[in-house]
């Protein structure tokens, strides 16, 4: 029996590669898992309400598209965060944005660009699923540095005219995973400009746009209306898993041009999961009401005053203007964590295992991603672990 060779190149996934490492060792105190970026604050306090009110609902097949409330909430708070008014036609809701973000490529890929084999780039490191993404429709994923010297922002603009004539699609984070870097107005007036130029589509990934060190991050949706861009050059993920603390509700949305959203509702139409009724309706209070998410952010603002402190003299340290990782530089990531682990309990991410070995660098073999989801106190006790052990 054969199997498909696309995928061959894929390696082993981040947290099995983990365990692996780990695992057949002990750890050296009381383990603090600072891993998966899983958030751990409180959710809001209607979701069990709603919940239990609309647990009839689960009896009845659910609309694909999204209730025409749940549709309405999301419109509201993309008017409200970024000032953009989208209809229904520019909106579809998701099983989380990595659903999305795998599915958009699918429906919006073309087999071929200009003849040639079509590119889809990503910075490096990325998010797993956009390596996937590439693959699954036959696309070369071209990985491209995000590092100190880009201001850990992929430089796509840099790539030779005959690499950006093939894109299909450019994959973007921002607040960026893992560094925590955000896209300025000009980076992404600027991309968004790369991309009319040489005729391709970003995907931007803003599912932690609500988690900010000091200032709002802007949002490639009102950056396009600000130029004027074309509305097909651009589709946008964002999920209410970190902004409202609901990772097990698994719901998102998509925000493109109206043809590219026809497109995406096509395909899940006869391959997505339907968000379950109940599902769709926490999710049209959670992106309505904005208390819960500020008292979360203020959680999240205190974790990055904790992090200045533990780390005030290190060299190197940068606390992230996004996000809630810490991307730490190391010696080597895969010696760094497992140190952590047998002499301190302390469970981190190598950062090699977020990133592509290009050319014989791997951009993220000298760092160590910290997820700074535990509850305060736990927090602070492995920031404290880590330093010690690391930079004591």
Same mark, same amino acid.
């Given at each position: 029996?054969?199997?498909?060779? +696309?995928?061959s190149?894929l390696?082993?996934?981040?947290f099995?590669r983990? +365990?692996?490492?780990?695992?057949?060792?002990k750890p $050296?105190a009381?383990p603090i898992?600072?891993?998966?970026?899983?958030p751990?604050?409180?959710?809001?306090?209607?979701?069990?309400?709603?919940?239990?009110?609309?647990?009839?609902?689960?009896?009845?097949?659910?609309p694909?598209?999204?209730?025409?409330e749940l549709l309405a909430?999301?419109?509201?708070?993309l008017?409200?965060?970024?000032?953009v008014?989208?209809?229904?036609?520019?909106?579809?809701?998701?099983?989380?944005t990595?659903? $999305?973000?795998f599915?958009?490529?699918?429906?919006?890929?073309?087999e071929v660009? @200009?003849g040639?084999?079509?590119?889809?780039?990503?910075?490096n490191?990325?998010?797993?699923?956009y390596a996937?993404?590439?693959l699954?429709?036959?696309? #070369?994923p071209?990985?491209?540095p !995000?590092?100190a010297?880009?201001?850990?922002l992929?430089?796509?603009a840099?790539?030779?005219?005959?690499?950006?004539? +093939?894109?299909?699609?450019?994959y973007?984070c921002?607040?960026?995973n893992?560094?925590g870097?955000i896209?300025?107005?000009?980076?992404?007036a600027?991309?968004?400009?790369?991309?009319?130029?040489h005729?391709?589509?970003v995907?931007?990934?803003e599912c932690y746009?609500e988690i900010?060190?000091?200032?709002p991050p802007?949002g490639?949706?009102?950056?396009?209306?600000?130029?004027g861009?074309?509305p097909?050059r651009i589709c946008?993920?964002?999920s209410?898993?970190?902004?409202?603390?609901?990772?097990?509700?698994?719901?998102?949305?998509?925000?493109?041009?109206?043809?590219?959203?026809?497109r995406? +509702?096509q395909?899940?139409?006869?391959?997505?999961?339907p968000?379950?009724?109940?599902v769709?309706r926490?999710? #049209?209070?959670?992106w309505?009401?904005?208390?819960?998410?500020? !008292?979360?952010? !203020?959680?999240?603002?205190?974790k990055?005053r904790?992090?200045d402190?533990?780390?005030?003299?290190?060299q @190197?340290?940068q606390?992230?203007e996004g996000?809630?990782f810490?991307?730490l530089?190391v010696?080597?990531g895969?010696?760094?964590?497992l140190k952590?682990?047998v002499?301190?309990?302390?469970?981190?991410?190598?950062g090699?295992?977020l990133?592509r070995?290009?050319?014989?660098?791997?951009?993220?073999k000298?760092?160590i991603r910290?997820?700074m989801?535990?509850?305060?106190?736990?927090?602070?006790?492995?920031?404290?672990?880590?330093?010690?052990?690391?930079?004591?």
């Amino acid at each position: 029996m054969q199997f498909p060779e +696309r995928f061959s190149s894929l390696p082993e996934y981040a947290f099995p590669r983990l +365990r692996k490492l780990l695992d057949p060792h002990k750890p $050296g105190a009381e383990p603090i898992a600072m891993t998966i970026g899983e958030p751990r604050h409180p959710m809001p306090d209607f979701v069990a309400r709603i919940m239990a009110e609309s647990i009839g609902e689960f009896a009845l097949y659910p609309p694909n598209d999204g209730t025409p409330e749940l549709l309405a909430a999301i419109s509201g708070w993309l008017q409200r965060r970024y000032g953009v008014t989208l209809g229904e036609d520019r909106l579809m809701i998701l099983n989380g944005t990595r659903e $999305g973000l795998f599915n958009a490529a699918v429906a919006l890929c073309p087999e071929v660009k @200009g003849g040639k084999k079509p590119v889809v780039l990503m910075p490096n490191p990325f998010y797993q699923v956009y390596a996937v993404a590439a693959l699954a429709m036959g696309a #070369e994923p071209v990985y491209v540095p !995000a590092t100190a010297a880009t201001g850990f922002l992929p430089d796509y603009a840099a790539l030779p005219g005959d690499v950006l004539d +093939r894109v299909a699609i450019a994959y973007l984070c921002s607040p960026a995973n893992p560094q925590g870097a955000i896209a300025s107005r000009d980076y992404l007036a600027g991309l968004l400009q790369l991309a009319e130029q040489h005729d391709f589509r970003v995907f931007s990934d803003e599912c932690y746009s609500e988690i900010w060190r000091d200032a709002p991050p802007p949002g490639a949706l009102e950056v396009a209306a600000e130029i004027g861009a074309d509305p097909e050059r651009i589709c946008v993920f964002h999920s209410l898993s970190k902004r409202s603390n609901l990772p097990g509700l698994r719901s998102g949305f998509v925000a493109g041009g109206p043809k590219s959203i026809a497109r995406i +509702r096509q395909l899940r139409a006869f391959a997505g999961a339907p968000l379950p009724l109940p599902v769709q309706r926490v999710s #049209e209070m959670a992106w309505a009401d904005e208390a819960h998410v500020v !008292a979360n952010l !203020a959680l999240y603002q205190e974790k990055f005053r904790i992090a200045d402190e533990v780390f005030a003299g290190v060299q @190197g340290f940068q606390n992230p203007e996004g996000g809630f990782f810490l991307w730490l530089p190391v010696e080597d990531g895969e010696e760094a964590a497992l140190k952590l682990w047998v002499q301190a309990g302390v469970r981190v991410l190598p950062g090699a295992y977020l990133s592509r070995e290009v050319g014989g660098q791997n951009p993220g073999k000298g760092y160590i991603r910290v997820a700074m989801v535990a509850p305060r106190d736990e927090m602070q006790r492995g920031l404290i672990r880590l330093r010690d052990c690391i930079y004591g």
